[in-house]
């Protein structure tokens, strides 16, 4: 991890004022930022992603007092939601202002906001508001992870370096990132409805309702009519180009042993102390679901990158502390071929 400086910070904020990208750390993964006020370095995203166009931005902002340039007719849940968790994981869906391109929010009327809690995306963010902001004074950075589409989503800075290279014109390095999947989306943009739950994270259901008194739905499906298109929804995301497989505990001792009978090469990600037979390559992830989900993305890329013919993940408890892992597994799974 090298030591950004205010040089890099004052070049950064340059950068993307001039609608060029700029990868940065936050608490969750590393994003791909571009001024999200200016559709042409919007464009860029989705070109060094290979993502689809109508496929919706998160914008990161400073401080809930930029929240207004974004979102309109704004629910007192999203004040007392900011008040409690930004800067933190949590993205707010609400309805976009008026002045918000369409190529920020994937042609929607609504958008997502958030305020990272890295304490780099926050220097970033404020010199960049400080500076003026982006175009028509808008200050928010669009920022999806840093990878190409549908892929492991990097918690590192050499993980981005490794997978876009020089599509990004800068990579601000903070480190490893502290909580390690993408952050919790809750849809606030139904006048008088419920919120709704779009995307589980690291703040949970249970802490929500604490703050605004009710807990927040969960769709029936994610292409429920009036649902909006949020990040990381597909079916098939965070996934490894080797096939991977989600194996119960007591069941991994028997596909170990027919891997072995057709001699195909397997790699391990295991949370449990097990005694199995040396693999191919192996990970070992904490057995506590913060801890896990802190390590999930760089064993995946570790052990993708190792050559093997499968990947065998050891599955997670089921209980409600782990859900946000179990989203992330159950997609990585789905987009490697394999469930």
């Given at each position: 991890m090298s030591d950004p400086t205010n040089r890099d910070l004052a070049q950064a904020v340059r950068l993307l004022q001039a609608g060029e990208l700029v990868a940065f750390p936050t608490e969750t993964v590393y994003g791909l930022g571009a001024d999200a006020a200016n559709p042409e370095a919007v464009a860029k995203?989705?070109?060094?992603?290979?993502?689809?166009?109508?496929?919706?931005?998160?914008?990161?902002l400073?401080?809930?007092?930029?929240?207004?340039?974004?979102?309109?007719?704004?629910?007192?849940?999203?004040w007392d939601l900011a008040e409690a968790f930004w800067p933190g994981p949590l993205t707010l869906i609400l309805k976009r202002a008026p002045g918000v391109p369409k190529a920020v929010t994937g042609g929607q009327d609504t958008v997502g906001v958030r305020v990272p809690a890295h304490p780099l995306a926050l220097a970033l963010l404020r010199a960049y508001a400080q500076a003026g902001g982006g175009r028509n004074g808008l200050c928010?950075?669009?920022?999806?992870?840093?990878?190409?589409?549908?892929?492991?989503?990097?918690?590192?800075?050499?993980?981005?370096?490794?997978?876009?290279?020089?599509?990004?014109?800068?990579?601000?390095?903070?480190?490893?990132?502290?909580?390690?999947?993408?952050s919790t989306i809750v849809d606030l943009?139904?006048?008088g409805m419920p919120p709704r739950l779009l995307r589980p994270g690291h703040i949970t259901p249970e802490q929500i309702?604490?703050?605004?008194?009710?807990?927040?739905e969960l769709p029936d499906t994610m292409k429920s009519a009036g649902v909006p298109r949020v990040s990381g929804s597909?079916?098939?995301?965070?996934?490894?180009?080797?096939?991977?497989?989600l194996v119960a505990k007591q069941g991994l001792a028997q596909?170990?042993?027919e891997l072995q009978r057709t001699k195909r090469r397997y790699s391990l990600l295991m949370h449990s102390d097990l005694s199995l037979p040396s693999a191919h390559s192996h990970c070992q992830l904490p057995d506590a679901p913060d801890g896990y989900a802190r390590g999930l993305y760089a064993a995946l890329r570790e052990l993708d990158q190792a050559g093997g013919d499968v990947i065998l993940v050891e599955a997670i408890p089921e209980n409600p502390e782990w859900d946000a892992v179990a989203d992330r597994l159950?997609?990585?799974?789905?987009?490697?071929?394999?469930e």
């Open positions: 995203i989705f070109a060094a992603k290979g993502r689809p166009a109508d496929h919706p931005l998160i914008v990161h400073a401080g809930a007092g930029h929240l207004d340039q974004w979102a309109r007719d704004i629910p007192q849940q999203a928010g950075i669009a920022a999806p992870s840093a990878n190409r589409f549908g892929r492991i989503s990097p918690t590192d800075a050499g993980h981005v370096r490794a997978e876009l290279g020089d599509a990004v014109t800068l990579v601000l390095d903070g480190g490893p990132c502290h909580v390690g999947i993408e943009s139904r006048d309702e604490r703050v605004i008194g009710e807990m927040p597909l079916d098939a995301h965070y996934a490894p180009r080797t096939p991977m497989r596909a170990v042993e159950r997609r990585a799974t789905c987009g490697s071929g394999m």
